[in-house]
Every structure is written in structure tokens, then in C-alpha cells.
T-cell receptor, first 112, second 106 residues
């Protein structure tokens, strides 16, 4: 089984721009979650989607948004980028049966 | 609110010695707890889930609801156990601890 695939692996953006990150979950997994990982704040939950519906949302500003498509693939978007948005963004998928999430390698976003 | 505390940021243990990584949680309901591990330059991966009561790579973790703890243990440390370990709480939404960097001294 292919793992969770995130694209792109690296991104450099300028303050004020927007960015879209993509995540392809493991085949058959319908739950997709996104996390932000930084040295200062650690791993923080952004949002979780199941069958195209956002079920849970973390404490992030409205500039952070996401969506899930009918094939379970997910995207997250960050608008009006700030320097503090520089982080590793992780996507994870779950089959909601065996519990526990499988993580992708992440997209490292650098805002300059 | 959910909270996970890992009190040790760094832990060094000699090879062959026992390992215990501490995790305490705060949650009003029935907790779902996990240990995740991140080896150098690798992705975060699930090590243990309390619901299955399994032993992976010699590691075990027991849920103690009275002490609200889910400590990770291994009787004899190996060099390949050096990694970052995260305790996590939740199902649809994971709350992670800050992690413990475990270094095994040869």
C-alpha cells in the first residue's frame, strides 16, 4: 500500500502570498488530518476531514483553510502568509477502524 | 480541554539499561492514547496504541487512569531506539505532547 503522499516537499513563499498544499491519503482511508509542526509550538492540530466534511478544527486563524475531495484527497490553503507560518505541515490519514494515524513526510513551508 | 504532558525534553540512557518515557494526560472522558516515534530524517510513525495493548520493538505502555499516565517502557535499550518520541491523545483530533528526545549511549 502506498503511504500518505504530500506535495510539494518544499516551498518558499513571500509574505502576503497564499499557498496550497496537497495530501493524498492511503487508499481506503477517509479521514484526513493536518498538523503544523514548529520548534517552538511542537505539533498542533489544524483540522480534520471525513467524507468531504470538516469534523474538527484547531485554534488557527481563518487564513488557514482546507477541503477534502470525493476521492479523499485533501488540500490546505494558507492565505496572506506571515513569517510565523513557516513550519512543517503534516498530513495524516486514518481508516477509523484500527485507530491511529499514518503521517506523510510533510511539506516544509518557508515564508520570507 | 485535552492536554498531554511529557516532562522530559531530553533523556539519555545507556545501551542495555531500562527506558521509561513519561506521559501524563488531562481528559475528562475515556482517553484514546498513542505513542508516535520519529527517527532521524524519517516521518512520524505510530509506535503503540493503548487500545490494542501490543508490544512493538520491545516497547510497552500501560494506561493508568488513576494517575492519568501512559508511560512508555522498554526493559533493555538498543542504539536504534534513539529518536524523538511523542505521546498523543485523541481519535479524530490528536493532541500531542512536546516530545522527548531519547538518546541511547553505546
Amino acid at each position: 500500500k502506498a503511504g500518505v503522499t504530500q506535495t510539494p516537499r518544499y516551498l518558499i513563499k513571500t509574505r502576503g502570498q497564499q499557498v496550497t498544499l496537497s495530501c493524498s491519503p492511503i487508499s481506503g482511508h477517509r479521514s484526513v488530518s493536518w498538523y503544523q509542526q514548529t520548534p517552538g509550538q511542537g505539533l498542533q492540530f489544524l483540522f480534520e476531514y471525513f467524507s468531504e466534511t470538516q469534523r474538527n478544527k484547531g485554534n488557527f486563524p481563518g487564513r488557514f483553510s482546507g477541503r477534502q475531495f470525493s476521492n479523499s484527497r485533501s488540500e490546505m490553503n494558507v492565505s496572506t502568509l506571515e513569517l510565523g507560518d513557516s513550519a512543517l505541515y503534516l498530513c495524516a490519514s486514518s481508516d477509523q477502524v484500527n485507530y491511529g494515524y499514518t503521517f506523510g513526510s510533510g511539506t516544509r513551508l518557508t515564508v520570507v | 480541554a485535552q492536554r498531554v504532558t511529557q516532562p522530559e525534553k531530553l533523556l539519555s540512557v545507556f545501551k542495555g539499561a531500562p527506558v521509561e518515557l513519561k506521559c501524563n494526560y488531562s481528559y475528562s472522558g475515556s482517553p484514546e492514547l498513542f505513542w508516535y516515534v520519529q527517527y532521524s530524517r524519517q516521518r512520524l510513525q505510530l509506535l503503540l496504541r493503548h487500545i490494542s495493548r501490543e508490544s512493538i520493538k520491545g516497547f510497552t505502555a500501560d494506561l493508568n487512569k488513576g494517575e492519568t499516565s501512559f508511560h512508555l517502557k522498554k526493559p533493555f535499550a538498543q542504539e536504534e531506539d534513539s529518536a524523538m518520541y511523542y505521546c498523543a491523545l485523541g481519535i479524530e483530533k490528536l493532541t500531542f505532547g512536546t516530545g522527548t528526545r531519547l538518546t541511547i549511549i553505546p
